[in-house]
């Protein structure tokens, strides 16, 4: 899964969509952070809400080192 992540990040940054000051490997970590622990507390809550609102953090940090507006 973060091979996929890098993989896909290294695209966007090569097309220009992300600022060269973003790090290159903590967003990969900090996805799949959020995705298992959010999973962990859905399953504990029986409840999707952590785990949408692990990935919306998530991802809205990874936007702010876009470019332009996604």
């Given at each position: 899964m973060e091979e996929l992540f890098r993989h896909r990040r290294g695209t966007m940054r090569e097309?220009?969509?992300?600022?060269?000051?973003?790090d290159p490997v903590a967003p990969?970590?900090?996805l799949a952070a959020a995705f298992q622990e959010g999973m962990l507390l859905e399953q504990a809550a029986d409840?999707?809400?952590?785990?949408g609102?692990?990935?919306n953090g998530v991802l809205?940090?990874?936007?702010?080192?876009?470019t332009h507006s996604c």
């Open positions: 097309r220009g969509d992300l600022r060269p000051d973003a990969t970590h900090l409840d999707t809400t952590p785990l609102d692990a990935m809205d940090y990874i936007a702010s080192f876009a």
